[in-house]
């Protein structure tokens, strides 16, 4: 039988070693929630966003286009505001309820504007590209292009891609531009849209369309010449880029001339002609 004093004695034993110690003796410790010190070093791994969350957004009406050729685009909200001018539109809809989720993109072309929503959702747009130097064969186009068709899409698309902040697409844009095969007319045509819709500090479209024709003047006098005449009246600035790049390779060319008519002369000595008359 147990001793009531035994008893006692212990309760207050284990009460006077919880006030030495600092520890509640009737709290167990978990030696789970005890710091490991590995805390600060675990990585934060970000939240994936699925491909089921972008289908999950709400859907955005743009429409494109006026009068009888309008026509509404829809497209989910979460992909579209991958673009920033996109995202800056969207955002006037969550600060207020009354407005509807429209889009106005009354002054773009359909099938640019189309092009940039399938590059939203699949990374690319038709023709897609094959390779780092080959993309797929546009059947839509025809041979030869003497409209300039071709390389107006990617040029058109690359306009838009400006104006909606998506550098990665303007870039791929380009690079199809680089990729498409026209005639002199067709570049014309394309070296007009340059000219009129991008910005004069845009080099990176604008000069290659100088250098080319800076370069092709043969092709100026047999194919083009009364169309190029008109684009160098339209649009001086043109016939400006054309000109000066005209110079800097006739300057190189009189450079190198001069550098070789004032090169200095063999060390080697002339073979002596004998006077001897056999």
Known sequence: MVDADEIIDEVVGDEEMGEATGLDPTEAVDADDEPTGLEDIEP????????????????IQLVVGQGAEQTTLSAHQALLTKSPWFAAQVDVFSKTTTTPRTIDLANDDLQATSSVLEYLYKSDYYPRMTGTQSMEYDTTVPQPDNDGIGL??????????QRFGLPALASMAHRKITLTQSTARGEIAYARFVYTETS?????????????????????RHEAEAEFK?????????????????????????????????????GRKRQRVSGIVP
């Open 44 to 59: 934060d791994v970000p939240e994936r966003t699925t491909f089921l969350d972008y289908l999950r957004s709400p859907i």
């Open 152 to 161: 107006l899409r990617h040029a058109r698309v690359y306009s838009l891609a």
């Open 200 to 220: 004069p500090d845009d080099i990176t479209i604008r000069k290659p369309v100088a250098h080319f024709w800076a370069t092709r003047s043969h092709v100026l």
């Open 230 to 266: 008109r684009m160098c009246l339209e649009f001086p600035q043109f016939g400006y880029d054309v000109l000066s790049l005209v110079l800097d390779q006739q300057e190189k060319r009189s450079a190198r001339a001069e550098a070789q008519s004032t090169a200095p002369a063999s």
